[in-house]
């Protein structure tokens, strides 16, 4: 009978109920999706790290660098020549590098030419086909081949730089003739070619702009001599030679190498070295800030909707004083009526709980699979992190206690001959 009066007293006051809910769901909710996006951002970016233990590039920002060749989330510090790379790719140190070089994007997904190695890397299986072997044959990630519905046989043209508005690489187009199984690393989102491939899908767009500029050459001087024809190709020829490629994964043999090798590449070429693990966490101390602030917020919030609970007993407890006053009279103990006010509060707490819960997964779906965000492979979207929501449902009912204790209190100590002396 208790508990049955209890939901009623819930459902007679509609606005504050809601009111109390919608604060509390709002907390939840909040905090829930910040705990749930650090744990799904920390875990792809350790699955996306492997065994990659450096990363050499164009000067620039470490950080932007590592964002760019390892996850795949930034524009590159630059480009770097081919075959200086392959000089200290060749280091003693070195166990295994992996070079990497793109520009070319389909629909915005990026393509990224490199070696079979880098799909070794991850240790990624196919999931239909094989891999690249000839120039303009590619291998799909699985969400790519998921969203784009790309299968074995799909042909495509790449598009010039980062954005899916781009000109059109025409001529010779991709063909698909791998799909990779799901990973859950960056792979899942790139489109991964021989590196040959990128360096001639370029070269036909710098041609063109060759001859078109040429062209307004020619109808400016109409009369270039044939020496200046060979100096031309001449020219082409020694572009053609000089190839450049984005950034190489490196793998090392031993700790000497992250101490000696940054220094020495740095100093001796227009190139540096940077360390995922240095670089990711220092990311992270960055965003640290920025999730703790938004989790003060929430916390804030839910101690809001906790006040909110309370000036609700608060007055239930006044108004409704005669009918705990009779409830006494009935045989209702003090007890009951505390553990009453109480069970109000706590089932408040737990609606709000769901209710953010269910918002958290929402807004992490929207996150994850909108276009417009980072693209983020992830196992179980709806997974339930034990721990830490355990831990925020806890603190969810520890506010909700602490907002009813007081009013409990009140009506604990009712007296049945004042207030019904009163009615």
């Given at each position: 009978?208790?508990?049955?009066?209890?939901?009623?007293?819930?459902?007679?006051?509609?606005?504050?109920?809601?009111?109390?809910?919608?604060?509390?769901?709002?907390?939840?909710?909040?905090?829930?999706?910040?705990?749930?996006?650090?744990?799904?951002?920390?875990?792809?970016?350790?699955?996306?790290?492997?065994?990659?233990?450096?990363?050499?590039?164009?000067?620039?920002?470490?950080?932007?660098?590592?964002?760019?060749?390892?996850?795949?989330?930034?524009?590159?510090?630059?480009?770097?020549?081919?075959?200086?790379?392959?000089?200290?790719?060749?280091?003693?140190?070195?166990?295994?590098?992996?070079?990497?070089?793109?520009?070319?994007?389909?629909?915005?997904?990026?393509?990224?030419?490199?070696?079979?190695?880098?799909?070794?890397?991850?240790?990624?299986?196919?999931?239909?086909?094989?891999?690249?072997?000839?120039?303009?044959?590619?291998?799909?990630?699985?969400?790519?081949?998921?969203?784009?519905?790309?299968?074995?046989?799909?042909?495509?043209?790449?598009?010039?730089?980062?954005?899916?508005?781009?000109?059109?690489?025409?001529?010779?187009?991709?063909?698909?003739?791998?799909?990779?199984?799901?990973?859950?690393?960056?792979?899942?989102?790139?489109?991964?070619?021989?590196?040959?491939?990128?360096w001639e899908s370029h070269e036909e767009h710098d041609n063109e702009e060759e001859t078109h500029n040429h062209s307004y050459e020619s109808h400016d001087h109409a009369e270039h001599d044939h020496n200046d024809e060979g100096h031309h190709h001449h020219h082409e020829e020694e572009v053609k030679q000089e190839r450049e490629i984005t950034a190489v994964?490196?793998?090392?043999?031993?700790?000497?190498?992250?101490?000696?090798?940054?220094?020495?590449?740095?100093?001796?070429?227009?190139?540096?070295?940077?360390?995922?693990?240095?670089?990711?966490?220092?990311?992270?101390?960055?965003?640290?800030?920025?999730?703790?602030?938004?989790?003060?917020?929430?916390?804030?919030?839910?101690?809001?909707?906790?006040?909110?609970?309370?000036?609700?007993?608060?007055?239930?407890?006044?108004?409704?004083?005669?009918?705990?006053?009779?409830?006494?009279?009935?045989?209702a103990s003090r007890i009951q009526l505390f553990g009453m006010v109480l069970v109000q509060s706590v089932v408040i707490a737990i609606i709000g709980f769901f209710i953010g819960s269910v918002l958290s997964r929402l807004g992490l779906y929207y996150l994850i699979s909108s276009e417009e965000n980072v693209k983020l492979s992830v196992e179980n979207i709806?997974?339930?992190?034990?721990?830490?929501?355990?831990?925020?449902?806890?603190?969810?009912?520890?506010?909700?206690?602490?907002?009813?204790?007081?009013?409990?209190?009140?009506?604990?100590?009712?007296?049945?001959?004042?207030?019904?002396?009163?009615?």
């Open positions: 009978m208790i508990l049955k009066i209890a939901f009623k007293n819930i459902i007679t006051k509609p606005l504050n109920t809601f009111l109390s809910v919608l604060l509390l769901s709002a907390s939840i909710g909040l905090i829930s999706l910040m705990i749930q996006l650090k744990d799904i951002v920390e875990s792809h970016f350790d699955h996306s790290i492997k065994d990659v233990n450096l990363v050499m590039g164009a000067k620039g920002s470490p950080l932007q660098l590592i964002l760019s060749a390892v996850y795949q989330m930034d524009s590159p510090t630059g480009n770097i020549s081919y075959a200086t790379a392959q000089k200290w790719m060749k280091h003693p140190f070195i166990k295994k590098a992996v070079p990497l070089a793109y520009g070319d994007n389909y629909r915005g997904y990026k393509i990224v030419g490199s070696t079979q190695d880098y799909i070794n890397l991850y240790k990624a299986q196919l999931e239909e086909g094989h891999l690249f072997e000839k120039e303009f044959d590619v291998v799909v990630g699985s969400q790519i081949a998921k969203t784009l519905d790309l299968k074995i046989g799909s042909q495509f043209e790449g598009i010039h730089g980062e954005s899916a508005e781009g000109e059109v690489h025409h001529g010779k187009p991709y063909t698909v003739v791998g799909v990779l199984e799901p990973s859950y690393t960056v792979l899942d989102q790139l489109i991964v070619c021989s590196i040959a491939s990128v994964l490196l793998q090392v043999k031993n700790k000497m190498a992250y101490i000696s090798l940054p220094r020495f590449v740095s100093e001796n070429t227009d190139m540096q070295i940077a360390s995922p693990a240095i670089e990711t966490n220092r990311l992270f101390s960055l965003l640290g800030v920025g999730v703790e602030t938004i989790a003060g917020i929430a916390y804030g919030i839910m101690l809001i909707g906790g006040i909110s609970i309370f000036i609700f007993l608060f007055h239930m407890i006044r108004e409704k004083r005669y009918e705990f006053a009779l409830l006494r009279t009935l045989g709806y997974q339930i992190r034990i721990v830490e929501e355990s831990a925020l449902l806890l603190s969810t009912l520890a506010i909700a206690i602490l907002a009813a204790f007081l009013p409990a209190i009140k009506a604990y100590r009712i007296s049945i001959s004042k207030t019904l002396a009163h009615a």
